[in-house]
């Protein structure tokens, strides 16, 4: 489980506990597979994983995943804008950007 | 004639008598075509031969180089390989790197083109241009790393070797060329050049271009090198593409039983962490290559190279899940010379057929590594079995019958690779349209497919422009010559791509002008195509893909309709 520094968005509601799934480098860098992570934004987020993972930090710039790296929200559709609303149940997979061979 | 990157000439060789022409090639056809795959497009249509047998002796073999070979640009030491292919009886291309691209240019040439039979079999030397056809009976059935190692111990270290195994003595339709360790994989280019009754080809040469801005040259190329060391090639320097493997079997993109399904429960044996768990493993590269992508296990006494398509291709597709089995397999399909996705995908093909009693025999069983390793062992030697085999799922459908070319997973008779289409829809029109049939090496659409730029399991008219961009940016690569790997390094990659050119060639090329040029490319190989007969009802997908949702994932449907509809767009925006 992964210590946020807080339990509340900067807006100050509930950032309820959702899961990030890594694949690729990603998993590589963070050196587990899952997480569960308190956060409302994209953004926050991902700051939070570079703020206590230093080996994701070098590939999260300003909130933003390095151009190498991609997010993908639930398997379902890729998102890159730090603004994205997350959702306490959903799952964000953050994976290399190139999938393929 | 620009006096820089090129030599403006290429070698016709008639292996049937041993002699040699040296043809010039005007600056304006290296201008508007390149290199690689794109002079050989050129240089095939100039053959005149679309409508031969792929495998008579008049069909041409061409071997093409381009100016950035020889150049201190990473990952430029490739070359193309580039026929009528016996698998899909359409235009072929295919890469490989090395020492072989760099020995070929220097031969004084920017293109190789074998035409003829030998009267035995035969290695074809090319010494600095001058060529003889020597005896090869000594390596009659050897496997590529042995014949490379008998040919470079009876010539000389200083030559490179490029060689078919024994597939391609046998003309098993999807045979490969091999050189170092590293095939020239898709379509069957192994089988073209052992019906020319070539083992092998040995160069070395000593005559160098020149280029036109050596010390920028320097510059960029050591600049490029520093972000080839990047976070962009992290995964191949990393993990390898072995990385894939779960990330497809997470989107249930990873091809399962002859494409049954999109998930595999055993794809974690099969991951880069339980294959290094399992072995221990080393990496390298290609010559004058900074990434360094190769991770090869040992297996045996020896040592593989496993990519994601082998590890699909050989595993999931077939139902295996035990490492040691899928290694096997792959250092076998390497020993034979055998592209590793078409034997995969032949293989699976055939297990479903025994499976709904279709084809007699009954220990081609899903999920049998040893069964895996006996078909492809039969395959390689065109026994038993392996006869209908060696020709590839599609021709191996039309002889069982049944309406297996309903399963049968290929496109225009190549195997389609590791992305699930159902899924992958983008992808899905790139292997429907692809010139030599199914591949993701031609278009790069799989990548619009992970991206916000389309739904991946709903393609609708704007994923087209996406599609045709990463299939003219790839034949652009594949003409430079570049690695594709590389590709994530560059902000803008046709303004670069002219860069480098400028820098070689003291062309003034420009970004708008590569686009052009991609595109010509694209359409010439079209044009091969349509004289070898091609028609629009090649440019589809297996029914199996078509009406029916994957089953680990209902929402991912293809229509019959809305694949025509994409792969009409496709032609109206090619202005085909």
Known sequence: MLASPSAFGSNGEWAGSMQVEFLGIPRERAGVSTLEVHATTLGQLLGQLAADIPALAELITDDRLHPALAANLNGDRFVSDPQTPLDEHDCLLILSADAGG | MSAFGFHGCYLRIDVSHGSVERIPLPEAVLRQFLGGSGLGAW?????????SEPLAPGAPLVFAFSALVGSPLTTSAKFAVVSKSPLTERFNDSLASSGFALSGKRCGCDAIVVVGRAPSLSVLVVDDGRVRLEDA?????????????????????????????????????????????RHAGRGGSGAVLGSKNIKAIALRGTQRTEWAHPGELAAYSKELSQRSFGPATAKYRELGTAANLLTFN????????????????????????QLRVAREKTRAGCVACTIGCEHIYPVGDTGVRVEYESLFALGSLCGVGDRQSVLLASRRCDELGLDTVSAGGTIAFAMECVERGWLDAPWLTFGSGEAVLRAIDLIGGREGLGSLLADGSRRAA?????????IAPQVKGLEIPGYEPRALQTMALGFAVGARGADHNRSGAYEVDFSNKVNRRHATLDAVRHAIETEDKAALMDSLILCKFLRG????????????????TGWDATADELRETARRIVTAKRQFNLLAGWTPAEDTLPER????????????????????????EYHRQREW
């Open chain 2, 43 to 51: 240089l095939l249509l100039n053959e005149g031969q679309a409508a």
């Open chain 2, 137 to 181: 009976s000594d390596v009659r059935g050897a496997t590529c790393e042995v014949t490379e190692g008998t040919l470079r111990g009876r010539f000389g270290s200083e030559y490179r070797i490029a060689s078919i195994g024994p597939a391609g003595e046998h003309a098993v339709r999807y045979a490969t060329i091999s050189h170092d360790g």
């Open chain 2, 250 to 273: 997470r989107f249930g993109t990873l091809p399962t039983r002859n494409f049954q399904s999109g998930t595999f429960e055993e794809a974690a044996s099969l991951s880069p962490d």
């Open chain 2, 398 to 406: 039309h002889a069982i019958g049944h309406g297996s070319i309903a």
């Open chain 2, 489 to 504: 390094v560059f902000e803008d990659f046709h303004a670069e791509a002219a860069t480098m050119l400028q820098l070689v």
């Open chain 2, 545 to 568: 893909f078509l009406d029916t949702p994957l089953p680990n994932d209902p929402a991912a449907v293809l229509s019959r309709d809305r694949l025509g509809d994409l792969v009409a």
